[in-house]
């Protein structure tokens, strides 16, 4: 008699989803901030600075790089993420340091991306996001 073995295991987490749409939401937001500010009149005044263009496409692929080895579960995707949105935060953060001491507006744009990875840096490394990527 044969059994059919499935993977069934329950006991992983399901946060590493999660962190994977908010990388792709964050994305979603860089370039869509970026148009709006570009679009709208004095979009500048109440977005804010935020990232360029040059910054978005140098964070795009590298996200979805995150996001995709999350998705999976994978011990690649977790370490990715670690070094990727960890590098990613501090480098924008220190960014957003320079704009308020130079004493220009940081506006809603600024902020939410700002927020926004500092969010998956620390949903990144809640043990459940690191135990369910690691167990295979």
Do not use: E
Request: aromatic share 8%; net charge positive; hydrophobic share 55%.
């Amino acid at each position: 008699m044969s059994t059919l073995t499935m993977d069934t295991d329950t006991s992983r987490s399901n946060l590493p989803r999660g962190v994977a749409l908010l990388a792709l939401a964050m994305i979603a937001l860089i370039w869509g901030g970026m148009y709006l500010r570009d679009n709208l009149p004095n979009g500048q005044l109440v977005m804010g600075h935020a990232m360029s263009g040059t910054g978005a496409a140098f964070l795009t692929p590298i996200a979805i790089v995150c996001a995709i080895g999350l998705w999976l579960r994978t011990p690649w995707g977790w370490w990715a993420s670690v070094i990727g949105f960890g590098w990613t935060t501090i480098s924008y953060l220190l960014t957003l340091m320079v704009v308020i001491a130079s004493g220009d507006r940081a506006g809603l744009l600024t902020w939410s991306i700002g927020f926004l990875l500092v969010a998956l840096v620390v949903l990144v490394l809640l043990p459940a996001t690191r135990n369910a990527c690691m167990k295979r």
